[in-house]
């Protein structure tokens, strides 16, 4: 009777799909083995190489003047040092900072400052402060990124206070210009920690200086700097910000007026960056 039965069956059971459980392996995935024993698929890590080239860029990469690019997001800085003129005896204080916002990867705006006050002399104390709005452009690789920026505002809020000067705002006022600014430069990543920085700026007078030199005059800065990536340094902060570097950078600036002699200049700042 079974020889009946199999001598029936066997062309039927021949003809019918078969499923395999497929056979586990020491290459088979990790996600494999969680999904068959009723475990989730812990996240892993995407390899760089795999991601879109626009995709494919550090969490932030450092830029001069204590900025920073993101991929999306809010930073802001803040530095201070020192800044002397060959036409000045003493060097002065120096006060900068700036707040951006990426609104694409490739876009970003904001608002800065700098300020320089002290007495760069014995009779004089000057307070220079600028205060202007943020515009860029960025082009991004893995560990480098770089941009094209434009600024336009409040060039300089001067007030000289000397022995003889009067209390009358509208005579201190007058000595305000608006001005237009270019820059370009980038960072790179060279190490897990550190970033190397150099930009270039371009600030244009758009109206006289000052009291002293009633002419408009193009004001060059080239900024060469260095960063810390206080995130590698120390992982358990990534919970809090996206982005924290620590910085410090040399500014070599010239002043170009429509008459008269350029004077050069020389700065130095420490400060701090942090994105959100």
Same mark, same amino acid.
């Given at each position: 009777m079974r020889l009946c039965l199999l001598?029936?069956?066997g062309p039927v059971l021949w003809t019918l799909p078969l499923r395999a459980e497929p056979s586990l392996s020491l290459n088979t995935p990790s996600s494999t083995l969680e999904a068959r024993s009723g475990k989730s698929p812990r996240k892993r890590l995407v390899p760089m190489a795999s991601l879109p080239a626009?995709?494919?860029v550090e969490v932030s990469i450092p830029y001069p003047n204590a900025s920073m690019y993101m991929y999306r997001g809010i930073y802001a800085s803040f530095a201070g040092g020192r800044s002397q003129n060959d036409a000045e005896s003493q060097p002065v204080f120096q006060w900068q900072g700036e707040a951006q916002y990426f609104y694409a990867p490739w876009f970003s705006g904001g608002v800065g400052f700098r300020i320089n006050a =002290?007495? @760069?002399?014995? $009779? $004089?104390?000057?307070?220079d402060n600028r205060y202007f709005l943020l515009m860029g452009f960025h082009k991004a690789w893995p560990r480098a990124? =770089? !941009?094209i920026g434009l600024r336009a =505002?409040?060039?300089?809020?001067n007030f000289s206070l000397l022995p003889n000067d009067t209390l009358d705002f509208n005579d201190r006022l007058s000595e305000t210009h608006a001005g237009l600014g270019m820059a370009l430069g980038g960072g790179w990543k060279f190490s897990r920690l550190w970033g190397a920085t150099l930009g270039q700026r371009a600030d244009i007078s758009l109206v006289r200086q000052n009291a002293k030199n009633p002419y408009r005059a193009i004001n060059l800065l080239t900024q060469p700097g260095l960063a810390l990536d206080m995130?590698?340094? !120390? @992982?358990s902060i990534e919970d809090n910000v996206k982005a924290? !570097? &620590? &910085?410090?950078e040399l500014q070599f600036g010239q002043s170009l007026p429509e008459k008269g002699a350029m004077t050069q200049s020389f700065a130095w700042i420490l400060g701090m960056s942090l994105a959100f």
């Open positions: 001598a029936f069956l626009h995709d494919r =002290g007495s @760069p002399s014995d $009779e $004089e104390q000057r307070v990124a =770089g !941009y =505002g409040v060039d300089d809020v995130l590698r340094l !120390y @992982p924290l !570097y &620590l &910085l410090t």
